[in-house]
């Protein structure tokens, strides 16, 4: 990691010198036009006074700080955060799809158009469910979007009674928020002790208010559910509808369908799954896939092919527009790039090697490490630090401990259900050797919780900035640069 000294560290202001200047401005080739009034001006910002070469070195600097995918291992549990091909960046930046406007005819946009269309229809066929829409603008938005759609499909029914949705203990946060916006009423449904979805507690729960069952596939902790055809067709026996939270579909590709197992809505996080851009806030996309009854309350827009022509329409029951335009286009471009570059047999091969990657981190580490459930894993591992915290050490100490050796913080405590979970997802892209290095380096910190706790809990010792009272930090933020003369 980098280690600034205090030259580099300093801020822009305080790098400012009266008089110096980073860039000359041409002559305007316009004409000059009237100033505001003075009453609107502002003349006491202090804004710096640097050279170019300054400004520079601080960007490059402050870059270097930047930890990526692209620069270290990356194992943020349930984000799925892959390698991203340049060949992705290098077709969202064609001037046909970079240089379009969301408002032009659809005439004018033919290509992006038709790219979008064979976008759905791949995603209907990896999902197993036909009915596609584009426009939501993350994972949670098309849980929103799908949960509307639930919504719709009762309402049409005139089943106004169906105000329930029914979420796993060890769902994503999002799952109850999403359902709590659209106005069902959220039942907590429990998981065994071996991590699956306790059915029987399911049986005694469904009725003839379920609206929906949201299942994460497989869940967040990285585990398939053994029951889920006697969990989708429980469901459907009592009326309601079973949505999947697609978060975790890095692992199903080529492998199973959703729409094969009963599942009736679903949505897909192309910035996880299909390696586009994935952190910092977005961009994001999650796609909402259904079945074909439900296909007509998708929203809009959608493509279709009339005749010659790819248009964009709005499906007869649609629930409407969730966003201002088309969905996130640059992030579809490097989606549909990334389906049509690996293929059918290469889209498997991605969940068989984040399978292999994840079983082998977890053999490896379950000496040292509790497991959440001992047994088969999918595409991540859920380890739990509760043999360090014996001995003195949480597992967020121990989080903190991996940034000295350059590798990214695992997701922690999360599931809620397991204590001190570290979350472990090192997807298809690493290789053994990264693996290798990461197993090494937690059981070196393994080794430190006996021998040296105090290097452990006051980690990290080599970052820029190192322990925060991070409790502080978000209750009492500092939102503007204070400058002390």
């Known amino acids: 990691m980098n280690t600034l000294n205090e030259l580099d560290r300093r801020l822009l202001m305080d790098r400012s010198v009266e008089g110096r200047r980073a860039v000359a401005l041409p002559e305007s080739d316009v004409p000059a036009q009237p100033m505001p009034d003075a009453a609107m001006l502002r003349d006491e910002l202090p804004l710096p006074e640097i050279s170019q070469l300054e400004v520079i070195r601080y960007f490059s600097l402050l870059s270097h700080l930047n930890f990526s995918i692209d620069t270290n ?27 379009i406007h969301p408002n032009q005819p659809a005439e004018q946009v033919q290509g992006a158009v038709q790219l979008m269309y064979e976008l759905q229809g791949a995603l209907g066929e990896v999902t197993g469910l036909p009915g596609v829409s584009l426009a939501p603008l993350a994972g949670a938005q098309g849980e ?15 089943d106004s009674a169906r105000t329930v949705a029914l979420i796993p203990d060890s769902a994503h946060g999002t799952n109850p928020a999403s359902a709590a916006m659209t106005g069902l009423e959220v039942v907590t449904v429990p998981s065994t002790a071996d991590g699956n979805v306790d ?18 596939l497989p869940s967040t902790l990285g585990l398939f559910e053994p029951s889920i055809l006697e969990i989708t067709e429980l469901i459907h026996s009592v009326g309601g509808l079973v949505y ?17 197992l009963g599942f009736d809505i679903c949505h897909s996080n192309l910035h996880k799954t299909f390696s586009t851009p994935h952190g910092g806030g977005g961009p994001g996309s999650g796609p909402v896939m259904v079945t074909e009854e439900l296909a007509k309350f998708l929203p809009e827009p959608v493509a279709v092919l009339d005749g010659d022509t790819y248009r964009l329409t709005e499906p007869e029951n649609s629930i409407g527009k969730i966003n201002g335009f088309h969905g996130s286009f640059n992030i579809l471009v490097r989606a549909y790039t990334y389906i049509r570059a690996m293929g ?14 994840a079983n082998y981190i977890q053999a490896q580490l379950k000496d040292r490490y509790d497991l959440a459930a001992d047994r088969y894993c999918m595409h991540e591992t859920v380890l739990s630090a509760t043999r360090q915290k014996k001995r003195g050490v949480k597992g967020l100490d121990i989080a903190k401990r991996l940034l000295d050796h350059g590798i990214h913080a695992p997701t922690m405590y999360f599931p809620l259900i397991v204590e001190e979970a ?7 892209t690493e290789s053994k050797e990264t693996l290798d290095r990461f197993i090494e380096v937690m059981r070196q910190i393994d080794d430190e919780v006996t021998n040296d706790p105090e290097t452990v809990r006051t980690a990290p010792h080599t970052l820029p900035v190192t322990r925060l009272d991070e409790a502080t ?13």
């Open 73 to 99: 291992f990356y194992p943020l549990g349930s984000c799925t955060m892959k390698y991203n091909p340049k060949l992705n960046d290098a077709m969202a930046s064609l001037p046909g799809f970079a240089g």
């Open 144 to 158: 929103y979007a799908g949960l509307l759609i639930a919504r719709a499909y009762h309402d049409m029914r005139k």
């Open 199 to 216: 059915v029987e507690a399911l049986r005694s729960l469904a009725d003839e208010r379920t609206a929906v069952f949201m299942l994460t």
């Open 244 to 260: 999947a939270d697609g978060a975790n579909m890095n692992a199903l590709l080529g492998m199973v369908r959703l729409g094969d």
């Open 344 to 357: 059918g047999d290469g889209l498997k091969s991605v969940a068989e090697n984040a399978i292999i990657n």
């Open 422 to 428: 570290l979350m472990v997802e090192p997807t298809e």
């Open 473 to 485: 930090a978000a209750r009492k933020p500092y939102l503007r640069w204070n400058h002390t003369p």
